[in-house]
């Protein structure tokens, strides 16, 4: 709206201004020219009084001195000489209202006007008797006191004089009101230009536009003001952009790391997070059936606590959080705004793995001194029994001395084999692949079990459909892991079963399932058997005697996935077990 804008106030202020300096101006100017006029009036008819006075004393002849008198008065005036004798004479005047009334009468009757006969000047303002017309009355002695004159005139003559002065007076009051009002609109737009290219470039800075810049047209404080302007856009641009660059590489360290990272205020409003943060608080509001979580959430009420805690008593705080299974670790710090407390920043780390390879290093040294006890103790019991002759007969000293080498063949092959583990879950297994006969490899094989499984009276059986005759792999290796499936299979098969081998290969894959009819595994084994120190329960075990290290299937997995294939196996307990290779050819 015009009204609150700058041009409209500073031009109004301004017209208001003048207007009042003119009004009050106005007022002195009539004031003045009145008393001017009346002034002026006064001296004139006083004037024209003294030189009839004056030419009373000169002419002898009174009709030569009233020719004269009409001659030098005001049409307008009247003059009333009073002679000495008591004569009076009264001239003509143009003015009506003064011609109305008889001027011998009222004058004569006039105190005041009386004493100029006595030598004394009379001016006065008054009215004439019976009318309301205001007339100036000057009064002069005639010299060597022979008389007085009397000149007076109607007041109407100085008022219209003053009513022409007035309008002069107003004409040129409008006229410098609309030069003002001009001269305003012109100095405010010339003032509120600028300003207002800076009001622009100000929403274009709202607006991000930074390379905005204000025109600086003159060099008084407004373009002082645009110069200062334009160094805030350029400080600005400058600042913003060094946020910017703050912020994304802010956002992208955040972004790309492992650890959950969460910023809360106090109010436990969620600010900012990252992916692994949303994933934990997904677990968590799945793990309390609540809703999925959604950006601008606020922390779970439990989470609060921490936050409270960590506001109130502005200190570290650590908490593990087990959530599907899964094990985390919630570090709160305190958020400052300089001294006061404004939140906290929470970091999540997912420390599953850890605790499952702290797990597993502890289980680890406690099967691996489990496996060692056993046989040094029985190597350790049986050589004391020599040392002390316990075993009086040669045989018995023999049978002693096998049952020690054997248990030192066992921690052999555990140590080897331990050995074999730790490269292959190194990374560094090596396979010397090579064109594999398919039928060679498989007779080697149950050539080599054939006699196991005739002692143990199991039917080993061979099943085949190869349609590709060779395949390349490591021959030495493969052989490894289907000597540990075959033999794992014969001794937890009773008699009178049965262990098959059906190979399978084909064009794009290469099969091999060993099937038994054994005591099988329990369904809660089977996640576990591939893990290193597995062993079935030693009641399922056809022959007590023959000990494993509990490595085999282990090994057996790594090989398989290092020909990248993989390794399976289904069990039903009591009905027995199949182990599944499958080989990409």
């Known amino acids: 709206m015009f009204w609150r804008s700058v041009v409209g106030k500073l031009a109004i202020t301004i017209l208001l201004l003048v207007s009042f300096v003119l009004f009050v101006l106005t007022i002195l100017m009539l004031e003045f020219f009145e008393n001017f006029h009346i002034q002026e009036a006064e001296e004139d008819i006083l004037e024209t009084a003294n030189k009839i006075s004056t030419m009373v004393n000169q002419y002898e002849h009174r009709e030569n001195l009233i020719e004269t008198v009409d001659y030098i008065k005001d049409p307008s005036s009247r003059v009333l000489i009073r002679f000495n004798d008591e004569e009076y004479w009264l001239s003509e005047t143009s003015d009506d209202a003064l011609s109305a009334e008889d001027s011998t009468t009222w004058i004569g009757h006039d105190q005041e006007l009386n004493n100029v006969v006595k030598g004394e000047e009379v001016k006065k303002q008054t009215l004439l008797p019976g009318t309301s017309t205001e007339i100036m009355v000057v009064g002069t002695p005639i010299p060597n006191g022979q008389g007085a ?52 470039a100000a929403f274009d800075l709202t607006r991000g536009e930074f390379n905005t810049k204000v025109p600086i047209l003159t060099n008084d404080e407004i373009g002082g003001l645009a110069m200062a302007f ?28 492992a650890d959950g990272v969460m910023t809360l205020n106090r109010n436990g409003n969620i600010i900012v997070t990252n992916a692994p943060a949303e994933h934990f608080l997904d677990s968590w509001y799945f793990d309390k059936n609540e809703d ?7 922390l779970p009420e439990e989470l609060k606590e921490l936050l409270t805690e960590v506001v109130n008593k502005e200190t570290e705080v650590m908490q593990e959080i087990n959530l599907q299974g899964r094990t985390w670790v919630m570090i709160m710090t305190p958020l400052y705004n ?117 002692d143990t009276h199991i039917d080993l059986t061979q099943e085949k459909d190869i349609q590709t005759q060779t395949v390349m792999m490591d021959a030495d290796k493969m052989e490894q892991v289907l000597t540990n499936l075959i033999d794992n299979a014969i001794r937890h098969t009773s008699e009178n079963g049965e262990v098959k081998v059906i190979a399978l290969s084909h064009q794009d894959k ?16 089977l996640p576990f058997v591939f893990e290193r120190f597995y062993k079935a329960d030693k009641a399922r075990t056809r022959n007590g005697k023959k000990k494993g290290t509990g490595l085999g299937l282990s090994i057996a997995k790594h090989i398989v996935e290092a020909h990248r294939g993989s390794i399976t196996v289904n069990s039903k307990l009591g009905e027995g077990t199949t182990f599944t290779i499958k080989i990409p050819n």
Not at 233 to 251: D, P, T, V
Not at 358 to 381: C, W, Y
Not at 411 to 425: F, H, P, Q
């Open 149 to 200: 004159v009397y000149v007076y005139q109607s007041l109407a003559v100085i008022d219209q004089t003053k009513a022409e002065t007035t309008k002069i007076i107003f004409l040129a009051a409008g006229i410098a009101i609309i030069l003002t009002t001009i001269f305003a609109f012109f100095l405010s737009t010339r003032i509120t230009s600028p300003l207002i290219k800076m009001r622009e």
């Open 230 to 257: 334009n160094r805030m856009g350029r400080q600005l641009k400058f600042h913003i952009n060094a946020l910017r660059q703050e912020k994304e590489q802010m956002s992208s360290i955040i972004s790309s790391m």
């Open 292 to 298: 999925q979580f959604e950006e601008n959430q606020m």
């Open 338 to 454: 300089q001294t006061y407390v404004r939140g906290a920043v929470a970091v999540i780390r997912d420390m599953t793995d850890e605790r499952r390879l702290d797990k597993l290093r502890k289980d680890f040294i406690a099967n691996v001194s489990h496996e060692l006890r056993t046989p040094i103790a029985m190597m350790q019991g049986y050589s004391e029994a020599i040392v002390d002759d316990v075993a009086e007969s040669k045989e018995d000293k023999n049978e002693l001395a096998e049952i020690i080498h054997e248990e030192s063949l066992r921690m052999g092959r555990l140590v080897n084999e331990l050995l074999d583990l730790a490269r292959m879950e190194a990374g560094h297994i090596q396979l010397d692949k090579d064109e594999v006969n398919l039928d060679k490899f498989f007779e080697r094989i149950m050539r080599k079990f054939r006699g196991l499984a005739e």
């Open 510 to 525: 290469f099969t091999i399932s060993v099937k038994d009819n054994g005591s099988g595994i329990p369904e809660d084994d």
